[in-house]
């Protein structure tokens, strides 16, 4: 089956582009520079459900996008995580954090109400995260 | 400088034992299947801290760990967290959920109180745990 984007993911994100194994969505919430991962393979939920050079490529791709996110926000803490509860399609959140931000020191999920960006903060976000992570337009 | 393991880790958890590269601790609370793994490696905060090769064998201990908990408590979901907000110190979280667990489908961070092991339940979880990570006693 060809890999179909969950629409809930799809509906709290805006689009990034492809790396070689991953979908890279931005949270649709401008309070935290949050990069979500998508691995384009049907039916994954765990990462232990990708082959074994799949997890290395995803190693390599969180690498490049927490290297992307602190350059892109400098922040005090990167925070990465696969969790999954309430979608089930594998996906992994790249987080830069801040010690002054809506949620710290607490994980990010389910602290307040998201602030989407605007038509216009959004399309700068996105050009800046596709030179960052080296993708073509 | 040698390793030394944060005390903060060192009080909310059981040792478990060393896997190649890191040192797999059980969480002292009894509510959640948790294993949390520390690379042996001093000062290292975030995942892109780590050399590649070790980023990539420490993906190959999550996923040893993760088919550990998976045998050990049959979860319905797994959740894998490197975050760090409150202790600095690099350390990878790998945990059993269950859609009845006390804090699904929220993450487990900052829910309710823990619940310690008995020192006989400790013994039974480490001892069936070392035998399904393959540390030898």
Redesign the interface.
């Known amino acids: 089956m060809p890999f179909e984007l969950d629409p809930r993911l799809a509906a709290d994100t805006i689009p990034v582009g492809n790396l070689p194994l991953t979908l890279a969505l931005l949270m649709n919430d401008s309070r935290f520079p949050w990069i979500i991962l998508v691995p384009r393979i049907d039916g994954a939920?765990?990462?232990?459900d990708l082959t074994?050079d799949d997890?290395?490529c995803?190693?390599?791709e969180?690498?490049t996008t927490?290297?992307a996110l602190?350059e892109h926000a400098n922040p005090d803490?990167?925070?990465?995580?696969?969790?999954?509860?309430?979608v089930?399609q594998l996906h992994v959140h790249v987080i830069a954090?801040q010690t002054t931000d809506a949620a710290?020191?607490?994980?990010v999920?389910?602290v307040g109400t998201a602030t989407p960006y605007t038509d216009e903060e959004a399309t700068v976000q996105v050009k800046a995260l596709t030179e960052k992570l080296g993708i073509s337009a």
Do not use: H
Not at 45 to 48: F, S, T
Not at 77 to 86: P, S
């Open positions: 939920r765990d990462l232990i074994y997890q290395v995803l190693v390599g969180i690498g927490s290297r602190r803490k990167l925070n990465v995580a696969a969790l999954g509860n309430m089930p954090r710290w020191p607490a994980p999920w389910g």
